[in-house]
């Protein structure tokens, strides 16, 4: 199921990419409990979208409420929620006349749950 909607994610990606001159960019990164993606679609110059995808991958139960801040050069996203079978996909934000991430930015990912906190360098692959 979490394979299916991270597919499904890509393929969104992708056919958006083709149908416009927009074009996707994706931020990875990976610690021993956590997968992040932020996949930003540039639009124009000044103006993109974006959403946050967190999977939980660690081997201990799954937790059930997370706090999550993904912090940009241009701002960040952040919340407080219930995973949904280990996933996060939040809805997409965007900004129109606002400074665009850039392809070598340094993006990081901060998840808190429980009693632990770890936090993510996400990179452009």
């Not at 909607?5 to 927009?22: G, H, R, V």
Request: aromatic residues 4%.
């Amino acid at each position: 199921m979490i394979k299916r909607a991270l597919m499904l994610l890509l393929i969104s990606s992708i056919l958006l990419t083709a149908c416009s001159d927009s074009k996707v960019i994706n931020f990875e990164g990976k610690s021993d409990n956590w997968q992040v993606i932020y996949s930003v679609n540039l639009l124009d110059k000044n103006s993109e979208s974006s959403k946050v995808t967190i999977k939980y991958i660690g081997v201990k139960p799954i937790p059930k409420k997370i706090k999550y801040s993904v912090e940009t050069a241009t701002g960040n996203t952040s919340g407080e929620t219930h995973l949904k079978n280990g996933v996060l996909v939040t809805g997409e934000s965007s900004c129109s006349g606002c400074s665009v991430t850039q392809e070598n930015e340094k993006i990081t990912a901060t998840i808190t749950w429980k009693d632990e906190s770890e936090t993510i360098i996400l990179k452009n692959h």
